[in-house]
């Protein structure tokens, strides 16, 4: 059933009863790879509903676990990254939106590229290149970071697969950056330094309850 409130799970499959996860695709934005609805993960509150759909070229990385409780909502009309934080009153409005304002891409195919990803890896030494966690000091780290390479400039701003614009990244610093468009990594460093200055206060606020 439609919720508010997204999950990780795509909001047109819950409208039909079924439970579909969202996946990261080749533009590293979220995708349901049943519908390809987009959702975009703007910041700490709002999932934005995409008006493009996607294309089916899906990573290895579900959104299940990595997104809660994110107010749902539709893209800005002259910016898909960017939420319209009018939100969805019910099942009806969603509907309307996913019939009447969502569109199919046409006119391309993406063609799936092998990343070189054991390469990449072994030239970041197994470092997020944005917070600098070294997953390979041990397992339990490696494990909670839960690395994957990332586009420095997402595909969906112009970014290649071209080595120089890979770079390993922790889960929360890949999920953070999310799709801002990084015209250097240095620039990218700073979007994941100010999301997690945000995420600090936050958590001090809320969960230490700190005045």
């Known amino acids: 059933m439609f919720d508010q409130v997204n999950d990780g799970y795509c909001p047109q499959c819950l409208l039909d009863s079924r439970r579909v996860a969202l996946m990261i695709n080749a533009d590293d ?17 709002f999932m934005a509903v995409m008006r493009r759909r996607g294309h089916g070229d899906l990573k290895n990385i579900s959104a299940v676990g990595r997104v809660r409780g994110k107010i749902l909502t539709r893209a800005a009309v002259d910016d898909e990254f960017k939420a319209d934080s009018s939100g969805f009153k019910n099942e009806d409005d969603l509907r309307f939106f996913l019939n009447n304002d969502v569109i199919n891409h046409t006119g391309r195919t993406i063609m799936k590229e092998e990343y070189p990803d054991q390469s990449i890896y072994e030239r970041d030494k197994f470092k997020c290149q944005y917070c600098g966690l070294d997953a390979s000091k041990d397992f339990e780290t490696w ?9 420095v400039q997402p595909k969906s701003h112009g970014g290649t697969n071209d080595p120089t614009n890979l770079v390993v990244a922790c889960r929360a610093c890949n999920l953070y950056k999310g799709s801002a468009p990084c015209r250097s990594l240095d620039e990218a460093k700073e979007i994941v330094r100010e999301k997690r200055a945000q995420a600090e206060r936050w958590f001090k606020k809320y969960v230490l309850k700190e005045s």
């Open 143 to 151: 494990w909670h970071a839960n690395l994957n390479i990332d586009h």
């Open 29 to 45: 934005i979220w995708e349901c790879p049943e519908c390809l609805l987009q959702l975009h993960n703007c910041n700490f509150f």
